[in-house]
């Protein structure tokens, strides 16, 4: 599968802002969609944002949507996810996933592979 590897997050304070890197390869086929999922301490995986490369369109959950943007950069296989208006509440692992599916959905048995995770700390 391909290789995903997330970097960006940290510590930050309420009302700051941070932006996770996702960089694809080991691969010459690209994903159809790229997704950011997150999970809390005792809490399931939940979905985050996702990125579909063809058409270039976005979806949001309802929790992070006017505060999160994603943007990408083609050549280097990379998509961001910009955070704005850190919560606490936002206080999670975020792992970035790809999906080589034509098909679209926002459950994590639609995407194929898993980054390995980077912490993001949203501090009150």
């Known amino acids: 599968q391909v290789q995903l590897d997330e970097s960006g997050g940290g510590l930050v304070q309420a009302g700051g802002s941070l932006r996770l890197s996702c960089a694809a390869s080991g691969r010459t086929v690209s994903p159809f969609t790229m997704g950011w999922f997150r999970q809390a301490p005792g809490k399931e995986r939940e979905f985050v944002a996702s990125f579909r490369w063809r058409t270039g369109s976005t979806d949001f959950a309802e929790s992070v949507k006017g505060r999160f943007t994603i943007s990408r950069d083609n050549a280097k296989n990379t998509v961001y996810l910009q955070m704005n208006g850190l919560k606490p509440e936002d206080t999670a692992v975020y792992y970035c996933?790809?999906?080589?599916?034509?098909?679209?959905?926002?459950?994590?048995?639609?995407?194929?592979?898993w980054g390995q995770g980077t912490q993001v700390t949203v501090s009150s």
């Open positions: 996933a790809a999906s080589l599916s034509t098909s679209y959905s926002r459950s994590r048995a639609d995407f194929d592979s």
